[in-house]
């Protein structure tokens, strides 16, 4: 069966094109989905848990970076480096505590 983002592909015209914003904006509905699992789960790590959460606050700080870059750059995010550094801060602290968080597990065992 097809999907509607390869019948996009396949067909445009027959649907509108989803913007990069509308699939940014739809792909939190299942991240969410994702850590009410872990979280109801209990049986993620806590400190890699609380990585995944730290995933949010990366896009927390992403969104009014880039709405910053655009409005007194005139760029996009990517292309003002110190703000796109110090929004990929906080993912790469994210990434960060996940791996220390299963590594402490895979060690535990």
Do not use: C
């Amino acid at each position: 069966m097809m999907n509607l983002l390869s019948a996009n592909l396949l067909l445009p015209g027959l649907l509108p094109a989803l913007s990069k914003e509308s699939l940014f904006a739809l792909s939190l509905f299942p991240y969410l989905g994702f850590l009410w699992f872990l979280t109801r789960s209990r049986q993620t790590p806590k400190l890699a848990l609380i990585g995944f959460y730290m995933t949010l606050l990366f896009v927390a700080i992403t969104i009014p970076a880039g709405i910053y870059a655009q409005r007194v750059y005139g760029e996009a995010l990517a292309n003002v480096d110190a703000l796109h550094g110090g929004a990929e801060l906080f993912l790469t602290l994210a990434n960060i505590l996940v791996v220390l968080g299963f590594r402490q597990a895979v060690m535990e065992r």
